[in-house]
């Protein structure tokens, strides 16, 4: 089993709908989560954080984590051609020096 | 503000030949740094780590090495390119505590 395990699509969503991203992790002692966005050819950068259960807002970012079922999810709403791109889930364990990076899901928004 | 610097920005080599790609960072002290690679179209492999000046975590026993003469100083060399060294190589460093920034990337490709 793959510690850090994502869709890895292609995931089409129309231009303007709510594009959900998810990620599951092994490793119950994982503590910091992380979404990272990358463009073709480009670097990852980061766009949202989460370590604690719930959700977390950053406009039109959402951030959901669930640590009792081991999933992090990442929810864009309003949809745009720009948000297309591979998106990258990152999980950090407890005391851990690294972050652990799923496969990524490749996001198109059809206008 | 803190910045990372990687170079070159792209690289062709033929096969057997030597490699060195350098990252640093400004504007941080004593930041972990990372080298990671990605396969075309595949997630990020973490190749090494570094907490220290002198101090290289291997993740995979492969054609590459590390090393990390400066405390903001990071360098991934080869001895003997091989072809499954071509890829995108990312170079990364966080402080404890937080999420990981990304440099530009390298893209070799060995022929």
């Known amino acids: 089993q793959k510690e850090v395990e994502q869709n890895s699509g292609p995931l089409s969503v129309p231009e303007g709908a709510i594009a959900s991203l998810n990620c599951t992790y092994s490793?119950?002692?994982?503590?910091?989560f992380f979404w990272y966005r990358q463009y073709s050819g480009k670097s990852p950068e980061l766009i949202m954080s989460?370590?604690?259960?719930g959700d977390k807002e950053d406009g039109r970012f959402t951030a959901q984590l669930n640590k009792a079922s081991q999933y992090v999810s990442l929810l864009i709403r309003d949809s745009q051609p720009s948000d297309s791109a591979t998106y990258l889930c990152?999980?950090?364990?407890?005391?851990?020096?690294?972050?652990?990076f799923g496969q990524g899901t490749r996001l198109t928004i059809n206008p | 503000s803190q910045t990372i610097h990687q170079w070159p920005a792209t690289l062709v080599q033929p096969v057997g030949s030597p490699l060195s790609l350098e990252c640093t960072v400004e504007?941080?002290?004593?930041?972990?740094l990372y080298w990671y690679r990605q396969a075309a179209g595949r997630g990020l492999q973490l190749l090494f780590y570094?907490?220290?000046?002198?101090?290289i975590s291997s993740e995979v026993p492969q054609n590459l090495s590390a090393s990390r003469p400066q405390d903001r100083q990071f360098i991934l060399s080869s001895k003997k390119l091989l072809l499954s060294d071509s890829g995108f190589y990312l170079c990364?460093?966080?402080?404890?505590?937080?999420?990981?920034?990304f440099g530009q990337g390298t893209r070799l490709t060995v022929v």
């Open positions: 990364a460093w966080r402080t404890s505590g937080t999420e990981a920034f």
């Open positions: 490793d119950r002692v994982s503590q910091s």
């Open positions: 989460i370590y604690s259960n």
């Open positions: 990152a999980v950090k364990r407890w005391g851990a020096q690294k972050l652990v």
């Open positions: 504007g941080t002290s004593n930041p972990n």
């Open positions: 570094s907490v220290g000046i002198g101090q």
